[in-house]
């Protein structure tokens, strides 16, 4: 007998094959793909158990304008897809706590699928978001599913949006729930959004700070049968420590599947007697027009809001070539930095160029640029630190260069297992250079504040956003307890503000830094 476990996750709001760069686009990704997807493999599969890990209701021009412009109390558009596809079960990412708690709260109350979710309680104990695990029966064979969320969701999102609630580990409650769990089941599925902390042999790939623990608990709890994952982005199908997984990327790229084929002992207990692993790509799938007509205007009204003009500019903050743009910095990461030490007050800020879809500002600048240059939902922090502190953030930062066949490159580490030119900062207020001919640490050269070199028991203010002033992507020198200053709003909102209020826009570029190899 076969079981099929399949899974999306991390769509962020990506229902149609567009990221909105441009109007029209026909990109291999989207939730409507996925339902089409979904729904053929229904007909050629037996015993079909389909899953969403969660990161749904946040991350692309339509959620933002469906939850911020609109101001709907649910995602009506987003929940009617969903309830389209017809998922069994549901988990929440992080980002479903972007819009706080009511509009998620209203978001479930309006899903058809059961949601899962074991490690966040309320202040009496209570799981307010799904049940802990259920229970399925698949032709006499009872599976169960339990369902876990990254405890990384405290260090990044806004404490009135997690009000009363206590992220548990994911481990832990595992091996808590699994064990109880057993005594009523045949076999045991874990949803995780959370990702994979090291490899194979047990070695960290990353910092071990809770954020992801996937092999922590294969390595600790027995039982598991299966484990879905999500919340990083990367593209994984196989076996880890013995045990079917999948993680199927991200806007809808790829169904993650699972099949188990399940066999009856003497005993007449139920095992897996072998398992496969694999992912889907949905780019071979049309989009669901059925799904998809429905939501004609919602997406005429998107657009129109994206490609109304809001300031026009004095020369140029477009470029072709992200990689170049880190290299050598753009009049579009001056005007961020600007904004950003504007807003907080302070003189120093740093900044990520995030993916390599960014293009800068065409002319005029409108929300269709604003959006898909700044993807995050980020706000913004001021921290007080010390100069060794602001250096050691700056070697941290230099770590994403490395030096191959005679020029300057992205270093691996920053591209497999998953894309995170996020963790790269540029820095202003200050100037400075990077020497990738010298090692890991040692790559800041020529640091200055106001012309003056920066002693190491200096008292800075830097303006960072919430992710890395609690120390994301492995900034160590930075976390909550250096925050004097905050702001809530989204970063998105703030330079839509600021350019309504000015609408003439002038590029400039002080060019700050350098990235040279000089041995």
Same mark, same amino acid.
């Given at each position: 007998? $076969?079981?099929?476990?399949?899974?999306?996750?991390?769509?962020?709001?990506?229902?149609?094959?567009?990221?909105?760069? /441009?109007?029209?686009?026909?990109?291999?990704?989207?939730?409507?793909?996925?339902?089409?997807?979904?729904? %053929?493999?229904?007909? $050629?599969?037996?015993?079909?158990?389909? @899953?969403?890990?969660?990161?749904?209701?946040?991350?692309? +021009?339509?959620? &933002?304008?469906?939850?911020?412009?609109?101001?709907?109390?649910?995602?009506?558009? !987003?929940?009617?897809?969903?309830?389209?596809?017809?998922?069994?079960?549901?988990?929440?990412?992080?980002?479903?706590?972007?819009?706080?708690?009511?509009?998620?709260?209203?978001?479930?109350?309006?899903?058809?699928?059961?949601?899962?979710?074991?490690?966040?309680?309320?202040?009496?104990?209570?799981?307010?978001?799904?049940?802990?695990?259920?229970?399925?029966?698949?032709?006499?064979?009872?599976?169960?599913?339990?369902?876990?969320?990254?405890?990384?969701?405290?260090?990044?999102?806004?404490?009135?949006?997690?009000?009363?609630?206590?992220?548990?580990?994911?481990?832990?409650? +595992?091996?808590?729930?699994?064990?109880?769990?057993? #005594?009523?089941?045949?076999?045991?599925? @874990?949803?995780?959004?959370?990702? @994979? #902390?090291?490899?194979?042999?047990?070695?960290?790939?990353?910092?071990?700070?809770?954020?992801?623990?996937?092999?922590?608990?294969?390595?600790?709890?027995?039982?598991?049968?299966?484990?879905?994952?999500?919340?990083?982005?990367?593209? @994984?199908?196989?076996?880890?420590?013995?045990?079917?997984?999948? =993680?199927?990327?991200?806007?809808? =790229?790829? !169904?993650?599947?699972? #099949?188990?084929?399940?066999?009856?002992?003497?005993?007449?207990?139920?095992?897996?007697?072998?398992?496969?692993?694999?992912?889907?790509?949905?780019?071979?799938?049309?989009?669901?027009?059925?799904? +998809?007509?429905?939501?004609?205007?919602? =997406?005429?009204?998107? /657009? $129109?809001?994206?490609?109304?003009?809001?300031?026009?500019?004095?020369?140029?903050?477009?470029?072709?070539?992200?990689?170049?743009?880190?290299?050598?910095?753009?009049?579009?990461? =001056?005007?961020?930095?600007?904004?950003?030490?504007?807003?907080?007050?302070?003189?120093?800020?740093?900044?990520?160029?995030? /993916?390599?879809?960014?293009?800068?500002?065409?002319?005029?600048?409108?929300?269709?640029?604003?959006?898909?240059?700044?993807?995050?939902?980020?706000?913004?922090?001021?921290?007080?630190?010390?100069?060794?502190?602001?250096?050691?953030?700056?070697?941290?930062?230099?770590?994403?260069?490395?030096?191959?066949?005679?020029?300057?490159?992205?270093?691996?580490?920053?591209?497999?297992?998953?894309?995170?030119?996020? /963790? &790269?900062?540029?820095?202003?207020?200050? %100037?400075?250079?990077?020497?990738?001919?010298?090692?890991?640490?040692?790559?800041?050269?020529?640091?200055?504040?106001?012309?003056?070199?920066?002693?190491?028991?200096?008292?800075?203010?830097?303006?960072?956003?919430?992710?890395?002033?609690?120390?994301?992507?492995?900034?160590?020198?930075?976390?909550?307890?250096? !925050?004097?200053?905050?702001?809530?709003?989204?970063?998105?909102?703030?330079?839509?503000?600021?350019?309504?209020?000015?609408?003439? !826009? $002038? +590029?400039?570029?002080?060019?700050?830094?350098?990235?040279?190899?000089?041995?």
């Amino acid at each position: 007998m $076969k079981i099929n476990l399949l899974e999306t996750s991390d769509t962020h709001g990506f229902l149609f094959p567009t990221n909105y760069v /441009n109007l029209k686009d026909d990109k291999p990704f989207g939730v409507l793909r996925c339902a089409t997807a979904i729904k %053929d493999l229904r007909t $050629k599969l037996d015993n079909v158990v389909a @899953i969403d890990n969660g990161d749904f209701l946040q991350g692309s +021009a339509l959620a &933002y304008y469906i939850a911020e412009i609109k101001k709907q109390s649910a995602p009506k558009q !987003i929940n009617e897809v969903f309830n389209a596809v017809d998922y069994d079960f549901g988990i929440l990412g992080n980002h479903e706590f972007n819009y706080g708690l009511s509009y998620l709260h209203n978001t479930i109350n309006e899903c058809n699928r059961h949601f899962l979710c074991a490690n966040i309680i309320d202040e009496d104990g209570n799981h307010p978001f799904g049940n802990p695990y259920e229970i399925k029966d698949i032709n006499g064979v009872k599976v169960g599913f339990l369902g876990l969320t990254t405890q990384g969701t405290t260090k990044w999102e806004k404490n009135s949006h997690l009000a009363g609630l206590t992220f548990l580990s994911a481990k832990d409650t +595992a091996a808590k729930y699994i064990p109880e769990m057993s #005594e009523k089941t045949d076999l045991n599925v @874990i949803v995780y959004h959370g990702g @994979i #902390e090291r490899d194979e042999e047990g070695v960290p790939t990353e910092v071990l700070n809770g954020e992801n623990e996937t092999y922590d608990i294969l390595a600790h709890v027995q039982d598991v049968d299966a484990i879905i994952t999500g919340h990083q982005h990367r593209k @994984i199908a196989g076996h880890l420590l013995g045990v079917p997984i999948i =993680q199927p990327g991200h806007r809808g =790229q790829y !169904i993650g599947h699972i #099949e188990l084929d399940v066999q009856q002992d003497d005993n007449g207990k139920y095992f897996v007697q072998s398992s496969e692993s694999e992912l889907i790509p949905t780019k071979k799938y049309q989009v669901d027009h059925e799904i +998809a007509d429905k939501l004609d205007d919602i =997406q005429a009204q998107i /657009n $129109k809001w994206l490609d109304e003009p809001m300031a026009h500019i004095e020369g140029s903050m477009d470029f072709d070539n992200a990689f170049e743009a880190r290299l050598h910095k753009t009049s579009f990461i =001056q005007f961020i930095q600007n904004i950003q030490m504007q807003t907080m007050g302070v003189d120093i800020s740093a900044t990520a160029l995030f /993916n390599d879809e960014a293009h800068g500002f065409e002319n005029p600048i409108t929300m269709r640029n604003i959006i898909t240059n700044y993807v995050y939902p980020n706000s913004l922090s001021v921290l007080k630190i010390t100069g060794a502190e602001l250096k050691a953030a700056m070697e941290t930062s230099a770590k994403y260069f490395d030096y191959q066949n005679g020029k300057i490159g992205v270093n691996h580490d920053y591209i497999f297992p998953k894309l995170k030119h996020y /963790n &790269y900062d540029m820095y202003e207020g200050v %100037d400075y250079v990077i020497n990738v001919a010298k090692p890991v640490g040692h790559r800041i050269e020529d640091l200055a504040y106001h012309g003056k070199p920066i002693d190491d028991d200096a008292e800075l203010k830097i303006v960072l956003n919430i992710y890395r002033a609690v120390g994301g992507g492995n900034y160590q020198m930075f976390s909550q307890d250096k !925050i004097i200053k905050s702001d809530d709003r989204m970063m998105s909102q703030l330079i839509a503000d600021y350019l309504r209020e000015h609408q003439t !826009i $002038k +590029a400039e570029n002080n060019h700050n830094f350098k990235v040279i190899y000089r041995p």
